[in-house]
């Protein structure tokens, strides 16, 4: 199964990708994650994406599509594979057209209300790194870390007027790719407001028809 997984910010899309890779027995390959293992093992392409990232500048098409042909032609990815966060451009779309078909484009809608409710309850463990959440996931003692006792904070992107500007960036963004797979048929339209394993049943079952 050859998927693209697209959604707005606090969709849920890396937990219903975490239940798809033990299901379809497939990877879950994030462009972030890409960026970050190539820099960390000091390959050419990370290289250059350390120097990019750190003059602020965008990782450019061609550097990202390379990353992600390789990762495409890995073992692990030969019976399929989970793309989430690529392609982000109509040029990269095209251009993962040339290296390979896909079964379907999943896009994970939410409504906006809904996404900063869910983006603004988070909170973190600046040491672990454990996520929490106000209404769905609350720490036992307001405020503070199980298993440190660490104050937990919120991240300055989940705070509500960050989450507006996150979400004017991925609609002015994703809204041309949205249509640029319906009209080619393999976008599935997924309502992602429930619990992540009714969102994960819909989303079989949308594959199954």
Do not use: W
Not at 36 to 53: C, N
């Amino acid at each position: 199964m050859k998927l693209v997984f697209l959604g707005p910010p606090g969709a849920g899309k890396g937990t219903i990708a975490a239940l798809a890779k033990e299901y379809f027995h497939i990877p879950h390959i994030s462009t972030g994650e890409l960026f970050r293992s190539h820099i960390k093992q000091h390959t050419p392409l990370g290289l250059q994406v350390e120097a990019i990232l750190g003059r602020g500048d965008l990782v450019s098409d061609d550097i990202t599509v390379e990353m992600v042909r390789l990762r495409l032609g890995e073992a692990d990815a030969q019976a399929g594979f989970i793309l989430d966060g690529f392609p982000r451009t109509i040029a990269q779309a095209d251009a993962l057209k040339e290296l390979t078909a896909l079964d379907a484009v999943l896009n994970f809608a939410l409504e906006e209300e809904v996404i900063i409710t869910r983006l603004s309850g988070r909170r973190v463990c600046k040491s672990t790194g454990k996520i929490y959440h106000l209404l769905y996931n609350p720490p036992k003692r307001d405020g503070f870390d199980d298993e440190t006792g660490e104050l937990l904070i919120q991240r300055d992107d989940d705070r509500p007027e960050a989450i507006h500007n996150r979400l004017e960036v991925y609609q002015r963004q994703t809204y041309p790719l949205i249509e640029y797979y319906r009209s080619r048929g393999l976008l599935l339209d997924i309502d992602a407001s429930g619990t992540p394993e009714e969102v994960f049943a819909a989303m079989r079952d949308a594959l199954n028809s």
